[in-house]
């Protein structure tokens, strides 16, 4: 709960740590500490199990990153593009197993605002999938023409052709 507040008193006693180093004259070590300071910032600014649940999903090990992610217990409480890919990979997660609560946060992942394009995209096809699964063609179809304009490298474009076809279908 005070996580963030314990890195940056740690961060706090860290840098007087160096300060005294550098006073006493030992540059050498006072650098060194400088840098371990630099990572206990850099842990307040990128939540660790965020990028483990990353690893852990490039893996395509879902249950390790559902694991990962469940000891997150107030996403709000974490940098808004962090929160907005919380609820992104929990999506990606639930996405296989809970349609209904993967739609739910591929939306709150939008709207809280993913930095990547091709992240975007990957939430938008999601969500044109289940919308799909649901036979709502409109919103299906919208969803596919939004991924079409994220995606710039046009990775996606083999799972939206085949979106496509399956609209046919409906």
Avoid: C, W
């Avoid at 961060?11 to 004259?25: D, H, P, Q, R, T």
């Amino acid at each position: 709960m005070y996580n963030k507040e314990i890195k940056i008193i740690l961060s706090l006693a860290i840098l007087s740590a160096s300060v005294y180093l550098f006073n006493e004259g030992e540059i050498g070590y006072g650098i060194v500490v400088l840098l371990i300071m630099g990572l206990v910032i850099l842990s307040i600014f990128k939540d660790e199990r965020i990028l483990k649940a990353f690893y852990h999903l490039r893996k395509n090990d879902m249950q390790k990153a559902g694991k990962t992610l469940s000891k997150i217990k107030h996403p709000e409480k974490l940098i808004k593009s962090q929160e907005a890919y919380f609820y992104y990979l929990n999506g990606l997660v639930l996405s296989q197993t809970q349609m209904n609560q993967a739609e739910k946060l591929f939306k709150k992942a939008l709207s809280v605002g993913l930095r990547s394009n091709t992240d975007k995209a990957v939430a938008k096809l999601n969500l044109a999938g289940l919308a799909i699964s649901r036979r709502r063609k409109r919103e299906a179809t919208t969803l596919l023409t939004e991924v079409k304009k994220l995606d710039k490298h046009n990775m996606l474009d083999d799972q939206v052709k085949m979106m496509k076809q399956q609209l046919k279908r409906i």
